[in-house]
């Protein structure tokens, strides 16, 4: 916080010195206190993204590259074509700090406020998915208190509007129990002509200015700059009040928005999440290159005596900002009184290029437009942190237990067990658009109604492996994503990103978002994978204990299945069935579930990614779908090959018969074989009379293919042709011990 002085007092604002003196330059005077609040949210980190803005530039020519691509990153959503007339947006965002003060409400105006994203581009919200990060939850009330209110907030708004949660990923780490990680991503889906309808912000002077939905109270002043401080620095009474979101109004509100852009006559629209009605006036007219007066004595307040500061800066949730033409201004309206929402007419748009606003004749706001969209950047420090080098240096100890001991071990940890306990509580088969359900795949799927074409869609990244090395941890994260889809039989097409770190100001957090964000844009730049969009959350340390999360640039991918029949799902299908390996294995275990559940290690070598073998594995992938040889598909993530299969045994009680004899290098430990978590790995269940087919298509790919098994009847997993003795694995134990956990866990 910084003290300045206006109208003689000292007042607290996020901006620096020189910040303030900028605006006093813009301005050519002193801001009144109305103002001060609207610079001082609008250039905070949240708003503003003033330490990332330099290095998220290098995501910014995905339209130009990709002719698929209709909306990138600067939008309020990605925006892809997908053939047959149909466009999909998506986009991921964060709701971290108020989900750590108030997990229910936190979490749910996180939904609340990703649909409204949606909105803006004229489509359809379709579908939700959440990664989620906290601590670890044995022995950790408040850890599990978190938890049980984030998943019921997220379930309950979700619930409510209709929409299905499909998808998401839970890790559990010390680093999170003081921030916890609630990230919420949203797919939405219209035509070609319903983005073409979606506004442009290409305004008229004299377009109306209209405020629909929830009315405006004092909930959340200051949040986005309340989300641009670490928690731990600030005291109990200067925490803003967290929003409080309605979801049956939000069912109202998708319907009746959705139905005024069709008309063509709404041109801009913005939704009232983070900065509230100064982010939407300030963005829409400085986007719009077009001024605007604001009428306050039109707003709709739920408080009495609400000043133009409290108003102006309010996040109260559910409200939208349209701009209208003036000649569809009652078919508008006609509209909203049809869905009984609550609007106002608060202004009109003009050439000045300056937002003025007015409480009753008062002028209050008089700043250029563009001062308050275009906020000033600032140079970040970076510096690698020195605790690395002796963390990548750890060895892997000799197995202090037997593998099989291990694998129960690990099947029950929290970061590999069953997250059942999560999903059933989200109506994830809402509607008639969800084919895989959760726990069936690597993604979910949704059907494109009227075609024969399916939405896959997976989020998520491993922030252990980001802690050791972000940038190859980064990589890796999109080659999980990207295996997840394809694992169903999509092919990647897009990618939106969400960068959770510690303090910008501190460097060697900032070298760890650098890092990552150089990373996934050359990882995406190599396997041609448009990034269209993203969003940051700075702050996530704890200034007392010093110490941040661990890095979580969580990924999103979507892809397109084409035809119902090319959908490939998790569970081995048949006995008798082969089952093989793709891909090497290699003795990376920095940042596994091997070396912290059972040696309580945070180091090590983590998996460094090929961008030219990934290529080949999902080329060769492609051609055996393409073949029709996959009966099943995972990919091998935490924990290594032997809980890959265990969990694509459970479903259909199969058990395997296992020989990983000439599966691996021999300067690898059978410890470092199996519990080894190098990425871009897959385990397929294919027929046996395409065996041979098989490994001459592998040949012809260049990448490793071994067959390592048969599907038996019996319910066991045995193990052979390692180092050591034969093993066999209880089927019904791991089962129980992997869907045991979290409920025995939550029983608080």
């Known amino acids: ?84 007339g149909y466009a999909l947006a998506f986009r991921i965002e964060s709701h971290n700090h108020p989900s750590a003060i ?127 401080r670490t928690l731990t620095e600030m005291s109990e009474t200067d925490r803003p009040a967290v929003q409080i979101g309605d979801p049956f109004i939000k069912k109202m509100i998708i319907e009746a928005t959705l139905e005024a852009v069709k008309t063509g006559y709404v041109r801009g629209l913005k939704d009232l999440g983070g900065g509230g009605l100064t982010c939407a006036t300030s963005e829409l007219t400085g986007d719009g290159n077009t001024g605007a007066k604001v009428d306050l004595k039109k707003v709709f307040t ?24 003036p000649d569809g201004l009652e078919d508008i309206l006609d509209i909203f009184t049809k869905y009984e929402m609550n609007f106002a007419v608060i202004g009109r748009t003009d050439d000045s290029k300056v937002l003025k606003v007015f409480d009753d004749e008062k002028l209050v706001v008089n700043i250029p437009a563009k001062a308050l969209s275009e906020s000033p950047t600032i140079k970040r420090e970076e510096k690698r942190p020195s605790y690395l080098d002796e963390l990548l240096t750890q060895k892997t100890p000799e197995p202090n237990l037997d593998l099989d001991e291990i694998i129960y071990k690990l099947i029950a940890s929290e970061n590999i067990c069953s997250k059942e306990w999560v999903y059933r509580q989200y109506d994830h088969e809402v509607g008639v658009r969800s084919v895989v359900k959760c726990g069936e795949g690597d993604s979910g799927v949704l059907r494109v109604i009227g ?27 999109l080659v999980e994503e990207c295996g997840n889809v394809i694992s169903n039989g999509a092919k990647p097409l897009a990618m939106v990103n969400c960068c959770n770190f510690g303090n910008p100001e501190i460097p060697e957090s900032f070298w760890y978002f650098s890092k990552a964000v150089q990373g996934m844009n050359d990882f995406c730049r190599a396997l041609k994978i448009p990034i269209v969009g993203g969003n940051v959350s700075f702050y996530n340390e704890d200034d007392v204990k010093k110490t941040a999360i661990k890095a979580t640039p969580e990924i ?100 395997v018969d296992l020989d990983f004899a000439d599966c691996y290098n021999e300067h690898l430990r059978d410890d470092e074989f199996l519990f080894s978590e190098s990425v871009g790995r897959f385990i397929i269940e294919t027929s046996p009379e395409d065996h041979d087919l098989i490994l001459d298509l592998a040949k012809e790919f260049n990448i490793n293919v071994k067959k390592i098994g048969l599907l038996i009847s019996k319910p066991i997993i045995s193990v052979s042709g390692l180092k050591s003795d034969q093993f066999n694995l209880n089927l019904d134990k791991m089962k129980e011990l992997y869907d045991s956990t979290i409920p025995n866990l939550m029983e608080i």
């Open 556 to 655: 999103m991918i979507v892809g397109i299945i084409e035809g119902e029949k090319k959908i490939i799902t998790l569970p081995f299908k048949e006995v008798g069935n082969d089952v093989f390996l793709i891909g090497e294995t290699k003795a990376e275990l920095g940042g596994s579930e091997y070396h912290s559940v059972i040696h309580n290690l945070e180091g090590g070598k983590p998996p460094i990614v090929n961008e030219e073998i990934i290529q080949n594995r999902w080329d060769f992938l492609f051609e055996l779908y393409n073949r029709n040889l996959v009966k099943a598909n995972h990919d091998v993530n935490k924990g290594g090959i032997l809980i890959t299969i265990s969990e694509m045994c459970f479903k259909n009680k199969l058990g």
């Open 451 to 477: 075609t024969d074409k399916f939405i896959a869609a997976s989020v998520g990244v491993n922030s252990k492996h980001c802690f050791l090395d972000p940038y190859e941890g980064a990589k890796g994260g």
């Open 1 to 84: 916080m910084t003290k300045v002085k206006l109208d003689g007092e000292d007042i607290d604002v996020e901006m620096t010195e020189d910040e303030f003196k900028k605006v006093n330059d813009l301005l050519s005077r002193e801001p009144n206190i109305t103002e001060l609040g609207m610079f001082d949210v609008m250039w905070s980190e949240h708003c503003s993204y003033k330490s990332s803005r330099p290095k998220l530039k290098l995501f910014e020519d995905a339209e130009a590259n990709y002719d698929y691509v209709l909306a990138g990153p600067g939008q309020d959503a990605g925006v892809i074509d997908i053939g047959d």
């Open 302 to 325: 739920r408080e009495p005596g609400m000043n133009s500061y409290e108003i102006m800066l309010s996040e109260s949730q559910e409200r939208m900002a349209f701009i209208v033409k």
């Open 102 to 228: 108030e997990p229910y409400h936190g979490a749910a105006t996180g939904i609340g406020g990703i649909i409204r994203d949606i909105l803006c581009m004229g489509v359809r919200p379709i579908a939700l998915l959440d990664p989620l990060r906290f601590g670890r939850l044995k022995g950790n009330p408040h850890s599990q208190w978190l938890f049980k209110y984030v998943v019921k907030g997220i379930a309950d708004y979700g619930n409510c509007t209709g929409i299905p949660t499909i998808g998401g990923e839970v890790e559990f780490d010390d680093s999170f129990e003081s921030n916890c990680i609630v990230n919420v991503a949203c797919i939405g889906l219209g035509t070609i002509e319903d983005f073409k309808h979606a506004p442009s912000r290409a305004y008229n002077p004299g377009d109306y200015l209209i405020l629909m939905g929830g009315s405006t109270g004092r909930d959340g002043i200051h949040g986005v700059t309340f989300a641009s």
